[in-house]
């Protein structure tokens, strides 16, 4: 069954299929300044001031993703989506729902910052690729778990201390340890062999790197099991 969230994208890219991209991109220019405008605290505003932001044509699905070239590509169905969502919620109201899609959107665009300034799309395409050649393993089910560890080191450790008013984001990603164990499990197809689900009550998770996580999860898979 197809999530709320995943439908409202599906709906936004039909709404968005026909219109100029240049279009697009000039009416998303003028809500970012708006979302620039009432950045508070200085430093959100900051992070937000480093995104150097490419706009995609409207895709039935994804989010936002920050490239290896630096820049970071975002779907307009997906942020028309979570202002939908937020609509939705508010029962139509559509100046309230813009009001409260705010933290998510500040939310999308840093998440993704956070990732170029820890460089995460480089170290991740050379550790995969070790990781790999060494084990055999398949690189694109690396990548994801890859991608699972980055996600929470950038939004338990960084994005939800510093944006807590979020309300989309934190149900639909790897926003805590619950749903970084909820997403590692079904990546894994079972259960969590027990080192990897032991590493869930260390205390300091949080602050670890994405890359010893992502060693410490491959560390302790079956040999004979692939993830995904």
């Not at 299929?17 to 000039?26: C, M, Q, R, S, T």
């Not at 990546?187 to 410490?216: K, V």
């Amino acid at each position: 069954m197809k999530s709320q969230l995943k439908e409202l994208i599906e709906r936004e890219a039909r709404r968005l299929a026909g219109e100029d991209l240049k279009v697009l991109a000039a009416r998303f220019r003028e809500v970012y300044f708006t979302l620039l405008a009432g950045a508070q605290p200085e430093f959100i505003r900051w992070l937000l001031l480093q995104a150097p932001i490419v706009l995609t044509p409207p895709e039935l699905e994804g989010s936002a993703a920050a490239g290896r070239d630096g820049y970071i590509y975002v779907n307009p169905a997906f942020w028309c989506a979570v202002v939908a969502w937020h609509v939705e919620r508010c029962r139509g109201d559509f100046a309230e729902g813009q009001a409260q899609a705010v933290p998510d959107l500040k939310a999308l665009i840093i998440h993704e910052v956070a990732h170029l300034l820890l460089r995460h799309p480089w170290s991740a395409e050379r550790l995969v690729k070790e990781v790999s050649s060494a084990s055999g393993r398949d690189p694109q089910k690396l990548q994801y778990i890859a991608n699972l560890c980055m996600d929470f080191v950038v939004n338990a450790g960084f994005l939800a201390p510093l944006i807590p008013e979020a309300q989309l984001l934190p149900l639909e990603g790897v926003w805590d340890r619950a749903s970084f164990r909820r997403f590692l499990t079904q990546a894994l197809g079972g259960a969590l062999p027990s080192p990897i689900s032991q590493m869930f009550s260390y205390p300091d998770l949080e602050h670890w790197g994405w890359d010893d996580l992502f060693r410490y999860i491959v560390k302790h898979l079956p040999p004979e099991a692939s993830p995904g």
